[in-house]
Structure formats: structure tokens, C-alpha cells
Nanobody, 124 residues
């Protein structure tokens, strides 16, 4: 079992920055990569970013490229999503997820564990 706990969400204005963290605990030794997804009201879950756990490969959704940065701290079992130049359309619940293998990083079905989510609201 792996437990994922997100933190750092909140209410900000357009153009502001926000930093989300995901703390992983439990049997994390088999983690291959971690990812962030988001779900806005009335919309499907959307891929945001992913990072390999033991390599420097990073992947981003088209809507966040150039604004968001994913990073990790292996010693702390933490993944961070730095979000800059936030827009109202970034408003969503953001979820952290982990996976055991390579594949299609944007496909949520390949992630095995999920956190409870943290709300990000961007006002215009």
C-alpha cells in the first residue's frame, strides 16, 4: 500500500503562483513515476505532469507547459508541482498519483494509487 497526501492548494488570483506538494508513504520502493492530474467541475480528469522517480524524465500536459514545473525529493518521498502564471481555467481539484511502470504517463488508468486531492481556485 502507498498513501499519498496532497497539500498546498488554495485561493489565488490570476497571475499568481502556487506550490503543491504530495507526500508519499508506505511501500514506495516500487514507485516508477509520480504524476499530477486535475479535475475541474463538469470536466474529465486531465493530465498535468509526471516525473520518473529515479531519472530526470518529466512530462507535461499541453495546457500547463511553460507555466508548471514538477520536481521530486526522493529523500523525503515528496513530489512538488510549482504552478506559475495561474489562470482561472486552472481551477480544479488536483490529485497526486503513483505508478509502477512506464507507459502512457497521461493516462490515469495506469496509475495505481491516488491521493484525496487539493482544491486550487484561481480568481480573475
Amino acid at each position: 500500500q502507498v498513501q499519498l497526501v496532497e497539500s498546498g492548494g488554495g485561493l489565488v488570483q490570476a497571475g499568481d503562483s502556487l506550490r503543491l506538494s504530495c507526500a508519499a508513504s508506505g511501500r514506495t520502493s516500487s514507485t516508477y513515476a509520480m504524476g499530477w492530474f486535475r479535475r475541474a467541475p463538469g470536466k474529465e480528469r486531465e493530465f498535468v505532469a509526471a516525473i520518473r522517480w529515479s531519472a530526470d524524465n518529466r512530462y507535461y500536459g499541453d495546457s500547463v507547459k511553460g507555466r508548471f514545473t514538477i520536481s521530486r525529493d526522493n529523500a523525503k518521498n515528496t513530489v512538488v508541482l510549482q504552478m506559475n502564471s495561474l489562470k482561472p481555467e486552472d481551477t480544479a481539484v488536483y490529485y497526486c498519483a503513483s505508478r509502477y511502470s512506464a507507459g502512457t504517463y497521461s493516462y490515469p488508468g495506469e496509475y495505481y494509487y491516488w491521493g484525496q486531492g487539493t482544491q486550487v481556485t484561481v480568481s480573475s
